[in-house]
């Protein structure tokens, strides 16, 4: 995944809580956190990632 372009969340804001998001072959989705970038990412199908996406927007 060193190749893959990582883009910080827009709704990470100046904080310190901040999440990458970079698109992989076939439509999944890599996440980790832009602190620890060496650390291991979550990958998620692309139907895995609309349905994180949405579960983290209904408890906020």
């Known amino acids: ?29 890599a996440i980790r956190d832009s602190k620890h970038p060496e650390s291991p990412s979550l990958t998620l199908s692309s139907i895995g990632f609309a349905n994180f996406v949405q579960e983290v927007f209904q408890t906020n």
Do not use: F, H, N, T
Request: proline share 3%.
């Open 1 to 29: 995944m060193a190749e893959s372009i990582w883009r910080k969340s827009s709704y990470s804001g100046s904080g310190d809580q901040c999440v990458e998001i970079a698109a992989l072959p076939g439509g999944r989705r």
